[in-house]
């Protein structure tokens, strides 16, 4: 019996894993195409029960999870392993590993749409526990994941010692930029329903607060 159940949770396991050569390009087309519908949909899909959920896309924080992955696995494939593994110095001597390089980049990631949504969560007066954190957390992974793949690549082709490399690098982080900034201004004028400054001035708060998350742990990896 202990063999059989063992068995079962394999075959779970692995149609899961194969179901996401599926279900990720199609999330994350989604996310870029549409994401202020992803974003509404994220709220409304923990309404129902969880067997119920996300049933022809992926979860939210599923969803960054692999792009993390996938954008680390880029990494290696192009200019092999992180710089931070060579470090020696502040948060760095902590990374040993490409395994707890992925942790580290998990939380660093998951960060943002945590402080998105909490920052929401005030700005329209609701409030502040894990039953109302928890549909915005997930919003706010939809719309951040596209943006992490973007600046997450862009490192990763800074690095290249080809003349264009760079180029790319920056186009794609202004592309990131402005992704990232344009929805969030539009989620937050809908929520709020005070029009595009407000939603403009909201979506640089969160920005300026993503920006500052990243560059505090740039600077601690780096013992700054």
Same mark, same amino acid.
């Given at each position: 019996?202990?063999?059989?159940?063992? @068995?079962?949770?394999?075959?779970?396991?692995?149609?899961?894993?194969? %179901?996401?050569?599926?279900?990720?390009?199609r999330?994350?087309?989604?996310?870029?195409?549409?994401?202020l519908?992803?974003?509404?949909?994220?709220?409304?899909?923990?309404?129902? /029960? /969880?067997?119920?959920?996300?049933?022809?896309?992926?979860s939210?924080?599923?969803?960054l999870?692999?792009?993390?992955?996938?954008?680390?696995?880029?990494?290696?494939?192009?200019?092999?392993? %992180?710089? !931070?593994?060579? @470090?020696? %110095? +502040?948060?760095?001597?902590?990374?040993?590993d490409?395994?707890?390089?992925?942790?580290?980049?998990?939380?660093?990631f998951?960060?943002? /749409?945590?402080?998105?949504?909490?920052?929401?969560?005030?700005?329209?007066?609701?409030?502040?526990?894990?039953?109302?954190?928890?549909?915005?957390f997930?919003?706010?992974?939809?719309?951040t994941? /596209?943006?992490?793949?973007?600046?997450?690549?862009?490192?990763?082709?800074?690095?290249?010692?080809?003349?264009?490399?760079?180029?790319?690098?920056?186009?794609?982080? !202004?592309a990131?930029? !402005?992704?990232?900034?344009?929805?969030?201004?539009?989620?937050?004028?809908?929520?709020?329903? +005070? +029009?595009?400054?407000? +939603?403009?001035?909201?979506?640089?708060?969160?920005?300026?607060?993503?920006?500052?998350?990243?560059?505090l !742990?740039?600077?601690?990896?780096?013992?700054?």
């Amino acid at each position: 019996m202990p063999f059989l159940l063992f @068995l079962k949770t394999i075959e779970d396991l692995l149609y899961q894993i194969m %179901s996401w050569l599926i279900f990720y390009p199609r999330t994350l087309w989604r996310c870029v195409g549409h994401p202020l519908i992803m974003m509404q949909r994220a709220e409304q899909e923990l309404a129902r /029960p /969880p067997q119920e959920q996300f049933l022809d896309v992926l979860s939210p924080p599923i969803f960054l999870l692999l792009t993390v992955l996938i954008a680390l696995g880029f990494q290696m494939v192009l200019v092999g392993n %992180s710089k !931070v593994l060579e @470090l020696d %110095s +502040g948060l760095a001597s902590l990374i040993t590993d490409n395994s707890s390089l992925i942790i580290f980049r998990i939380i660093a990631f998951a960060s943002l /749409p945590m402080i998105a949504g909490a920052f929401a969560l005030r700005v329209l007066q609701r409030p502040l526990d894990r039953l109302t954190l928890q549909p915005l957390f997930y919003a706010q992974c939809f719309m951040t994941t /596209p943006a992490v793949l973007l600046y997450s690549s862009a490192v990763t082709l800074s690095r290249l010692a080809a003349p264009a490399a760079d180029a790319i690098a920056g186009a794609m982080l !202004v592309a990131a930029t !402005v992704f990232y900034v344009a929805v969030e201004a539009n989620w937050f004028a809908r929520e709020t329903k +005070g +029009g595009w400054r407000v +939603g403009a001035a909201c979506a640089v708060i969160v920005f300026t607060m993503s920006g500052l998350v990243l560059t505090l !742990v740039a600077l601690l990896f780096a013992g700054g």
